[in-house]
């Protein structure tokens, strides 16, 4: 199926040759399943066109233990630091660690996204103090 084919693609009536109804004028046109198929292809193959890297930084502070995960294309990097529960962190403690833990890419792209899981950050006011 060629891409500007894809862009026409619409389901019929629900029974071939049956008697258009009101409602479906006013109900957008939906893809068949080969037209969805074929736009997955066609996304993939956009997937793979985009050769950037990205890099991704995850942090797991816990109560014991806090850990940071790098990784950018073939490149994967592990830190571990001190205890991360953020309701025992005064601020400047707070920032030593993420400090700590952001080595974890030195002389490397910066991440591109950045996943944060901690101890104690159930609360909003918790989870400002991590933005």
């Not at 060629?2 to 109804?21: D, F, I, K, W, Y």
């Amino acid at each position: 199926m060629r891409a500007e084919s894809l862009l026409r693609c619409r389901v019929a009536p629900a029974v071939q040759g049956s008697p258009r109804l009101a409602a479906d004028f006013f109900s957008p046109p939906v893809p068949t399943r080969n037209c969805l198929l074929a736009r997955r292809a066609l996304n993939v193959a956009r997937m793979k066109r985009n050769t950037e890297a990205q890099a991704f930084l995850g942090l797991d502070c816990g109560g014991t233990r806090s850990v940071a995960v790098y990784e950018c294309g073939g490149e994967r990097r592990r830190i571990e630091a001190g205890p991360g529960n953020i309701g025992l962190l005064d601020d400047a403690r707070l920032l030593s660690l993420f400090r700590a833990l952001s080595s974890v890419h030195k002389n490397l792209p910066r991440p591109s996204v950045v996943a944060i899981g901690m101890a104690g950050a159930g609360i909003e006011m918790q989870r400002q103090r991590i933005r």
